[in-house]
Nanobody, 127 residues
Framework: QVQLVESGGGQVQPGGSLSVTCEVSGISLEYYNVAWFRQAAGEEREGVACIESPNPYTYYSNSVKGRFTINRAKGLNSAWMEMTNLKPEDTAVYYC????????????????????WGRGTQITVSA
């Protein structure tokens, strides 16, 4: 059974930093691309960042580029994302997702391209 578990969410003040981690079990992450999505209340799910496998090429949405960094470690079944200079508009539930290579022909930020999802972790940015 494949499971993705996110951790590291919480509340932070504007300008602060947080890290979120995705632990994967039941499958080898080596063959999957890993992404973070987020969904704010009343909004659609948005692709935030993605890192490929085996080459660690990364993708970011314009809204987080330069502030968020996604990473993975070879040999570990986990990935993480470091978030800096957080803004109130970053408030959302953050989900980890993994995808076979090619995302079934969808863009990396399209949720339809992902095979497995975590349950999410809440991040709230407020003073």
């Amino acid at each position: 059974q494949v499971q993705l578990v996110e951790s590291g969410g919480g509340q932070v003040q504007p300008g602060g930093s947080l890290s979120v981690t995705c632990e994967v079990s039941g499958i080898s992450l080596e063959y999957y691309n890993v992404a973070w999505f987020r969904q704010a209340a009343g909004e659609e799910r948005e692709g935030v960042a993605c890192i490929e496998s085996p080459n660690p090429y990364t993708y970011y949405s314009n809204s987080v580029k330069g502030r968020f960094t996604i990473n993975r470690a070879k040999g570990l079944n986990s990935a993480w994302m470091e978030m800096t200079n957080l803004k109130p508009e970053d408030t959302a539930v953050y989900y980890c997702a993994i995808a076979s290579k090619g995302w079934y022909g969808n863009p990396w930020y399209d949720p339809r391209g992902y095979d497995y999802w975590g349950r999410g972790t809440q991040i709230t940015v407020s003073a």
